[in-house]
């Protein structure tokens, strides 16, 4: 009996137009990315479950519902990252390379696995792109991550996305706005029944419910409450995004999703890619490589998703290859194969035939690869040393000696 295999529920096989635009947004990370001084880490997407529920938050939803989770043969917890930031940490702390005062720039491209309800740019297994700034506490630091991000975005042609910026205070100041968001949020009675559990556990995801929004109006806000270093750094942050002409929205309600934030949290989001409307998050987490063993190291980052950034990128052009040789019998085909080799060591991409067929069924093939030039080896030419060489696309045709063809094509594709 044959079986069928499915992919998994919020899984996805990327191919085709779809793999180019995900590539695309890759070269462009790697192209502006580098720019800023960022090198690459590729930590693995398998850690302790342990080191999620330290960095992330054991309260958090990602924590608490979103892992893929289990155990392995000799019963340890394991995870796979539902994001990348605590695994680049705890990379970077084993390597030596979070240190107070010493400068670490590293991002990483890769999938992350979140057990959510799939939907539109909410996927099982998802793509981020993602940055971390190690060893600074300037808002220098914050400013510039939020800079390249800009600067990738553009680079990207996106249009019509919005930065929302906010100061979610640091371990001084945030415990005085906690109690004052606590005491204002257990005088509502009306939230709904998850918020009613986090006013104990996790105030500050109340703020950023959907469901309670309407609530909220009146809730303490964080730029009044944070203390004055708080608000100096944040002044900053903001100034220098000014000075560099990128635009953004304050939003007193934006919290994110994960424990680690301090001071500097952003959100770039769209409203053009349905329900979820965030491609990119981050901020400031200055306690969270203390919080893995690392010592006293601020830091701060972002991820991008790239299956929403996917949703507003245009697909490249892909492109042609140059040549296709038919050749229309065995020895042909045997001569065929060792021009073909001969002209991909050059440079040169293309296809040849993989067996014999009409004139009319090989041309289809040819057509259909889109090649630029057809070069067709009868035995007649074969013979005589030439090979027929046909422009694709006006269909005029000519024939050249076999010894010429690499300077011919190089001349036509390269420099042509
Ligand atoms: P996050 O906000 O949880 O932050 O995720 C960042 C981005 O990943 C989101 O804005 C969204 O575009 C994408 N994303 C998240 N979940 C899904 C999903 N299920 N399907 C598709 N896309 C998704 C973080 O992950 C932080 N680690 C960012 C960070 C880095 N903060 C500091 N450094």
Do not use: W
């Not at 793509?127 to 400013?143: F, K, T, V, W």
């Amino acid at each position: 009996m044959s079986v069928q295999f499915t992919r998994l529920k919020g899984f996805a096989d990327l191919y085709g137009e779809e793999l180019t635009i995900f590539q695309k947004i890759e070269a462009a990370a790697r192209m502006v990315f580098p720019l800023y001084g960022y090198e690459e880490i590729r930590p693995p997407v398998l850690e302790s479950t342990s080191l999620f529920q330290r960095g992330i938050g054991s309260e958090t939803d990602v924590v608490q519902k979103e892992m893929f989770t289990f155990r392995d043969q000799k019963g340890r917890g394991m995870s796979l990252r539902p994001e990348a930031t605590a695994g680049v940490l705890r990379a970077a702390i084993e390597a030596g390379l979070a240190k107070q005062g010493q400068i670490s720039r590293l991002y990483t491209i890769g999938p992350m696995f979140r057990h959510e309800r799939p939907q539109k740019g909410r996927m099982r297994q998802f793509h981020q792109i993602n940055a971390e700034c190690l060893g600074s506490d300037s808002p220098y630091i914050d400013a510039g991550l939020i800079t390249m991000l800009i600067q990738f975005l553009d680079s990207l042609n996106l249009a019509n996305l919005t930065l929302k910026m906010n100061s979610l205070g640091c371990a001084a100041c945030r415990p005085a706005y906690l109690a004052k968001l606590r005491q204002f949020l257990s005088g509502k009675d009306d939230l709904c029944e998850d918020c009613q559990r986090r006013v104990n556990t996790n105030p500050l995801r109340v703020l950023d419910c959907k469901l309670c929004q309407d609530k909220l109006a009146d809730a303490p806000a964080f730029q009044d409450n944070i203390c004055p270093d708080c608000a100096e750094h944040f002044k900053t942050v903001l100034a220098l995004l000014n000075e560099v002409g990128i635009s953004y929205e304050l939003d007193n309600h934006l919290v994110r999703g994960l424990d680690y934030y301090c001071r500097t949290t952003f959100e770039v989001v769209s409203n053009e890619i349905g329900a979820q409307t965030a491609v990119a998050g981050g901020g400031r987490y200055d306690g969270l490589v203390a919080e893995l063993g690392g010592g006293a190291v601020p830091g701060a980052g972002f991820a991008c998703g790239m299956e929403r950034l996917a949703l507003l990128t245009a697909a490249p052009e892909v492109a042609r290859p140059d040549f296709y040789i038919l050749g229309l019998g065995e020895a042909e085909m045997k001569a065929a194969f060792i021009l073909a080799k001969k002209l991909r060591a050059e440079g040169l991409a293309g296809l040849m035939n993989a067996a014999g067929g009409s004139m009319k069924s090989l041309m289809r093939q040819v057509a259909k690869s889109r090649a630029r030039y057809c070069l067709i080896l009868g035995s007649d030419e074969l013979a005589s040393g030439k090979i027929t060489l046909r422009n694709m696309d006006d269909s005029s045709q000519c024939q050249i000696d076999l010894d010429c063809v690499l300077d011919v094509l190089k001349q036509k594709c390269v420099n042509g």
